[in-house]
DNA sequence: CATAAAGTTTACCATTTTACTTAAGTTTAG
DNA sequence: CTAAACTTAAGTAAAATGGTAAACTTTATG
């Protein structure tokens, strides 16, 4: 029932970059001694988010890693299931693989309604507004931040389960 | 970020006894070939449940399992957390425990809100609501039902991370 | 073109967790 | 006293977790 460390660097290294105002790529091995990461393991983090296409990176003397996308068009949802594949907070609501239990099972809905306000959360926090939060006034335009989020929430769209 | 199975047979287990309308002990035999659950993981996981006092438990022949409370004062969370400890989605969420970033740590907040969110449905949900919605008639009484919850989880209190 | 700086790939590793199974108790009704 | 039921304590195979390490490829630069 928790995030792992590998989504947990993740996250940390996607903020790092986002909060990047220089448009020259990040080290790896830089982006790790900021934010308290083992270098050995980012360097095997920083592939799993190239394939996920949040990232590219330039091989190289002088290379390093920058965002594919704008920081506001990624969520926090989007980064820890690029590492640790879809969120599911119960075996049952993974895809279609249902248990045999599921027609009549009166908790399924219960547990398909925690991870629904759960990804809401994740998925109304993009980079950009964590950047806000950490540097106000460094960027201009409308982001959101943690706790604009608490009320908001609650016009957010339905999502799938 | 999943159940474990643990939790998730304690759960049918609960449940189980909760739906049982006669006043004698269930068997645990009984309850795990109702439930599908391998009947001598449960019998490893009925002391949990007693140690954490949800059920009484009577030893020797006629003996068996009855709740200690009313369904209706069981939530799905009290049930998850005495098998699993605390519910936390981040390390630095559980107790003082907290890692040396917290302090200016934007992402801290949101990994709170979520999981205010997620635990406000697990905690709304009790027992006698699931035993309603699948027995429909057979107990009387204010109950909420996984739908019902939906609705309510924006007017919850304010629950302490 | 040699070299060092960067990411890439693959493999390895110890520890812990998970999901069970097994077996030897202990208690109690009948 | 004996079978039925819960209790306690090991044991175990497989996977996940959180790393480390080494060999390789690419590219800027002198
Ligand atoms: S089938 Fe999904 S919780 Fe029971
Ligand atoms: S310290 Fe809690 S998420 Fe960063």
């Not at 909060?19 to 360097?43: C, G, H, T, V, Y």
């Not at 926090?76 to 907070?89: C, F, H, K, N, T």
Request: hydrophobic share 40%; glycine share 6%; with cysteine.
């Amino acid at each position: 029932m928790q995030l792992t460390r590998r989504a947990e660097y993740a996250i940390r290294t996607m903020l790092d970059i986002a909060s990047n105002l220089d448009d020259q790529p990040l080290m790896s091995k830089e982006i790790a001694a900021r934010q308290d990461i083992p270098p050995n393991f980012l360097i095997q983090i920083v592939p799993e988010l190239r394939s996920a296409g949040l990232i590219h990176t330039v091989r190289g003397s002088g290379g390093g890693i920058y965002l594919t996308k704008k920081p506001s068009e990624i969520s926090l949802r989007y980064i820890v299931e690029a590492i640790e594949g879809p969120i599911a907070l119960n075996q049952c609501l993974i895809g279609e693989a249902s248990c045999s239990r599921k027609p009549n099972c009166p908790i399924h809905e219960v547990w398909a309604l925690a991870q629904r306000q759960m990804l809401s959360v994740l998925e109304a926090t993009t980079l950009a507004g964590l950047v806000d939060q950490s540097q106000p006034g460094k960027r201009a335009g409308k982001t959101s931040t943690a706790t604009d989020v608490a009320g908001k929430i609650n016009n957010e769209v339905e999502l799938e389960v």
